[in-house]
């Protein structure tokens, strides 16, 4: 079955660590994309990238970091730097840039302790 | 800018139908797509205007008129199961932004 997969579904942590939330798709797509959803939000662009081995910030990059060093995977790191960062992290992906429609992985549940 | 607009929730009954509404600023503006989401769940696409008028996919409608900066979402007769949340989002070049969301609540 093609399609997102992201995890864990929730990950607790205690403040000031670093965190790698995993994303992975097999849809042979080349955009991928970072959100976050706060409650009651809508979808906030953290970083996105286009092609491998390239990435662009969104609006609320600071605090995150990324690598595209392959096709199928884009993992997001939750620094410590983040000063807020409980909240629940989606990945989507595009079969090109600029395509309406996305597809979405489960999405991560981050909890801060 | 290249911000959108909707209510923040719309309540209707079973049975009837529903449009939830949303304006976008123009800059940028390449077309509109509509997202459902339900609690806890990832958003998954519904539909994509790109020009004005109505695109039917079932239930569901939406429209755009491009001279108005709107469009909108229609759910016909409405299930308990499309409770959700529904947002528009604006396509652009190399991404698209998202409105904040209409939360859909459905009473028997």
């Known amino acids: 079955d093609g399609g997102i997969t992201q995890s864990p579904k929730y990950l607790f942590r205690k403040e000031g660590q670093n965190v790698t939330l995993s994303c992975e798709q097999n849809?042979?797509?080349?955009?991928m994309y970072w959100y976050r959803q706060d409650p009651g939000q809508g979808l906030r662009l953290i970083y996105y990238?286009?092609?491998?081995?390239?990435?662009q910030k969104g609006d609320i990059a600071e605090g995150y970091s990324v690598s595209r060093e392959k096709k199928e995977s884009f993992p997001l790191t939750v620094t410590s730097a983040q000063k807020n960062p409980t909240a629940f992290y989606l990945c989507?992906?595009?079969?090109?840039?600029?395509?309406?429609?996305?597809?979405f992985g489960p999405g991560t549940r981050l909890t801060v302790l | 800018g290249q911000s959108l607009e909707q209510p923040s929730e719309v309540t209707a009954v079973e049975g009837a139908i529903v449009q939830i509404n949303c304006t976008y600023q123009?800059?940028?503006?390449?077309?509109l797509s509509w997202y459902q989401q339900h609690d806890g769940g990832a958003p998954t696409f519904l539909s994509y205007?790109?020009?004005?008028g109505l695109e039917e996919t079932g239930r569901f409608s939406s429209f755009l008129s491009r001279s108005d900066s709107y469009g909108y979402l229609l759910l016909q007769e409405l299930q308990m199961k499309d409770s959700a949340s529904y947002f528009c989002?604006?396509?652009?070049?190399?991404?698209?932004?998202f409105g904040k969301g209409t939360r859909l609540h459905i009473l028997p």
């Open positions: 989507a992906s595009s079969l090109a840039r600029g395509s309406n429609e996305q597809f």
């Open positions: 849809l042979n797509h080349d955009a």
């Open positions: 990238s286009q092609i491998v081995n390239d990435f």
């Open positions: 123009t800059s940028g503006f390449y077309g």
């Open positions: 205007n790109a020009l004005d």
């Open positions: 989002a604006r396509g652009g070049d190399d991404k698209i932004i």
